[in-house]
T-cell receptor, first 114, second 110 residues
Framework: NAGVTQTPKFQVLKTGQSMTLQCAQD?????MYWYRQDPGMGLRLIYY?????TTDKGEVPNGYNVSRLNKREFSLRLESAAPSQTSVYFC????WGGGGGEQYFGPGTRLTVT | EDQVTQSPEALRLQEGESSSLNCSYT??????LFWYRQDPGKGPEFLFT???AGEEKEKERLKATLTKKESFLHITAPKPEDSATYLC???????????FGSGTRLSIRP
């Protein structure tokens, strides 16, 4: 039981390059989330998927796209990277139902755009 | 505006000195409030979920409480290994939106 896994762990991109961050969970959770974390700004929601087949914008969606490939996988794509997208990206999955809920995070991807 | 505010931003305590961290929120349709611990270079680690005013949960030296406007994370007789950033977040509305506070950096001196 690996929980939430993310790849890659580190990445350096040049401005204008594209890349996809991968996230997978093995807890059979319905909801998955992508956040970015910047110093002094806490975690900000980029996109989320409340269930397989649905995605919605969060607080800071500009410059990103997502795909909920199946119940396990939720990917985040940067089509044309910009220095402002230098950040640590976290994926999370949430179990919500039956009167309760818990959210678990992956280890993060540290992205630098030069 | 939907908002989550944590205070203080940083807190330094002596080992054994109990204290509380605050998380206040202004959202409509609260479904749950989460507390996390985050160590440097790692993802947030889930601690508690609270659902309704008056609810309390405990884990080791930590106790979380919830009112209609805020939540407190009480730390009793902390140890140096409790040093971390503590984050709170609220899940609200029927669309599963989550907002995080900016965190409290807790440092416990031996």
């Amino acid at each position: 039981n690996a929980g939430v896994t993310q790849t890659p762990k580190f990445q350096v991109l040049k401005t204008g390059q594209s890349m996809t961050l991968q996230c997978a969970q093995d807890m059979n959770h319905n909801s998955m989330y992508w956040y970015r974390q910047d110093p002094g700004m806490g975690l900000r929601l980029i996109y989320y998927s409340a269930s397989e087949g649905t995605t919605d914008k969060g607080e800071v969606p500009n410059g990103y796209n997502v795909s909920r490939l199946n119940k396990r996988e939720f990917s985040l794509r940067l089509e044309s990277a910009a220095p402002s997208q230098t950040s640590v990206y976290f994926c999370a999955s949430t179990r919500w139902g039956g009167g309760g809920g818990e959210q678990y995070f992956g280890p993060g991807t540290r992205l630098t755009v030069t | 505006e939907d908002q989550v505010t944590q205070s203080p931003e940083a807190l330094r305590l002596q080992e054994g000195e109990s204290s509380s961290l605050n998380c206040s929120y202004t959202v409509s349709g609260l479904r749950g409030l989460f507390w996390y611990r985050q160590d440097p270079g790692k993802g947030p680690e889930f601690l508690f979920t609270l659902y309704s005013a008056g609810e309390e949960k405990e884990k080791e030296r930590l106790k979380a409480t919830l009112t209609k406007k805020e939540s407190f994370l009480h730390i009793t007789a902390p140890k140096p290994e409790d040093s971390a950033t503590y984050l709170c977040a609220v899940l609200y509305s029927s669309a599963s939106k989550i907002i995080f506070g900016s965190g409290t950096r807790l440092s416990i001196r031996p």
